[in-house]
Structures are given as C-alpha cells and as structure tokens.
C-alpha cells in the first residue's frame, strides 16, 4: 500500500474538470476524425467531420476557461 510520504508528487498538480473536458474532446475529435477517413460514403465523413468540427470548440471553450484559470492555481500550488 503506498501513502503519501512514499508518493510526494502525488497531490501537487490540481486537475480540473475544464482540463480533463480538454482531453476528452481532443480525444473524440481525432476518433471522428478516423472515421471520417474510413468512410465510405461522402455524406456520412460530412456528418463525422462536423462532429469533429464540434468536439474540437467545445475543447476550445474548456481550454479557454482553463486558460484564466491557471494563475489562481499557481497561487494556491505557491501557498
């Protein structure tokens, strides 16, 4: 069983819920986009591709609020 003192990095870095929706919507981008390339019909990698399209701005828009976010948690790493 490990504990703190044997995992000191543990608990430095904070993860927030608009950092891990920065992942997830990358992620999904890139799986509609191989779907896109895999299909075999016009209409349908439209379809994927306006999906992707979509992942990609809600990304954008976690990543933005993670942006404004970033000099709170220095603050609070520092104290």
């Not at 819920?17 to 992942?23: E, F, G, K, R, T």
Request: proline content about 3%.
């Amino acid at each position: 069983m490990t504990t703190r003192e044997t995992r000191p990095g543990r608990f430095r870095r904070r993860i927030t819920l608009d950092a891990q929706l920065v992942s997830y919507w990358e992620r999904e981008a890139q799986r509609l986009d191989a779907l896109a390339a895999g299909s075999g019909w016009a209409w349908i990698a439209r379809r994927y591709a306006r999906r992707a399209e979509a992942a990609r701005a809600k990304a954008r828009i976690s990543q933005d609020r993670e942006a404004g976010r970033a000099p709170a948690v220095a603050s609070v790493a520092d104290a």
